[in-house]
């Protein structure tokens, strides 16, 4: 029973790992439609330091954006704005600290940007770590479900008054979550979201890919039913060839690099949809949607499930300490 839980979830993966390679060697990447431009507008990306977060951040300055890239390591994200700034001549870009592994050092982020009493129209939630060993966050979680999930649920909870007072109807501002297409192998185990009975890093990952699925469809509904001119959709990227992969093991490191070159999207590639998704007219107005290589397709049936996806919400509210309103 033990062993069979533990292995479920690995063979789980990789049975969508070898899935998304076949539709890659048989299908080109989408490609980008002239987008408009996004002057006055200003967007926070979360771990726009480097691989796909760092192409998005390019790509929403070069449209005229003002990006805040926001990630745990300053000499990165300098390194980062500095590149840009060379390149791009319009918009701005800056670093901000932001650590998703402690709810303290998120609250501090929001303080800091609200002082700079800039709008807010574009959040992409693209940070987020892969198949590390079994750690905990600052407050106790596991690092998967805590710092992929728990940390930007929090997050975008915060931000959501000047997410909706940015935006207006016709010009609604947008969330965007990175999720991936292991959540399609992933489970959501409510009576043990960290994993506690018995740890595999493969069904902490696909766990917190699914919770960020189930939070997008949650958080449409209720702006929806608020009435705010906000939207929010989920992004699967495909298999990207960056820096997420470093902490598989020995064996399969080696066996991911030929398959990388011939196969993964390059990171630019990757950032695509996630791009499309933040600003595209096509998409104005338009939430709760699952995004994959430019176009809307379904999640996995269990993320549909609107008394999972509540009981989630109420979960991870009392986690990170938000009132259940
Ligand atoms: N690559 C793929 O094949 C693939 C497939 C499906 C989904 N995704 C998802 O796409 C997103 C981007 O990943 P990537 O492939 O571009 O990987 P990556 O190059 O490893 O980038 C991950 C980013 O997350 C940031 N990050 C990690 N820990 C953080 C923390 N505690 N606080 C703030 N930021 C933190 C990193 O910033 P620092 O460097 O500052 O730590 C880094 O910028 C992830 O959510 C990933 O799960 C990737
Ligand atoms: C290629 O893309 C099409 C359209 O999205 C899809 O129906 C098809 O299954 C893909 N091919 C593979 C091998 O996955």
């Known amino acids: ?44 990306v979360t771990g726009g330091a480097r691989g796909m977060g760092y192409e998005t951040s390019r790509h929403l300055a070069s449209l005229g954006m003002h990006v805040v890239i926001a990630g745990n390591c300053e000499e990165e994200g300098m390194t980062a704005v500095k590149k840009i700034q060379e390149e791009v001549s319009v918009g701005g870009v800056e670093f901000m600290y932001l650590d998703l592994a402690s709810l303290k050092s998120i609250q501090q982020f929001v303080q800091r940007f609200k002082d700079k009493r800039l709008p807010l129209h574009v959040l992409v939630n693209n940070a987020g770590i892969m198949l590390v060993p079994e750690r905990q966050t600052e407050d106790g979680f596991e690092l998967h479900f805590g710092l992929n999930y728990l940390g930007h649920f929090l997050l975008t909870n915060l931000l959501l008054d000047p997410l909706k007072k940015s935006g207006r109807h016709g010009a609604c501002s947008r969330v965007v979550v990175m999720s991936s297409a292991t959540h399609y192998g992933g489970q959501l185990n409510m009576k043990d979201l960290q994993g506690r009975s018995c740890y595999c890093a493969h069904g ?7 919770a960020l699925v189930m939070f997008t469809y949650q958080l449409q509904d209720m702006l929806v039913a608020g009435g705010h001119p906000v939207t929010v959709n989920a992004v699967d990227p495909g298999m990207v060839d960056t820096a997420l992969y470093e902490n ?45 290589n430019g176009r809307i397709v379904e999640s996995s049936g269990i993320s549909y499930d609107e008394n999972l996806q509540a009981k989630l919400w109420k979960e991870s509210c009392k986690l990170v300490g938000l009132p259940q309103a």
């Not at 062993?3 to 980008?32: A, D, E, M």
């Not at 598989?248 to 490191?253: E, G, N």
């Not at 070159?261 to 338009?286: H, Q």
């Open 248 to 292: 598989l093991c020995s064996p399969a490191q080696l066996a991911k690099k030929p398959v990388a070159k011939m196969l993964f999207r390059t990171p630019a590639e990757g950032a695509s949809t996630a791009i499309y998704a933040a600003a595209s007219s096509d998409l104005e107005g338009v939430g709760g949607c699952y995004l994959y």
């Open 204 to 210: 902490a990952y696909s766990q917190s890919k699914l």
């Open 1 to 44: 029973m033990w062993l069979l839980s533990y292995i479920l979830p690995i063979i789980r993966l990789y049975l969508v790992g070898v899935k998304v390679l076949l539709y890659q060697l048989f299908n080109k990447s989408f490609t980008l439609p002239v987008l408009p431009k996004q002057n006055g507008r200003v967007a926070i």
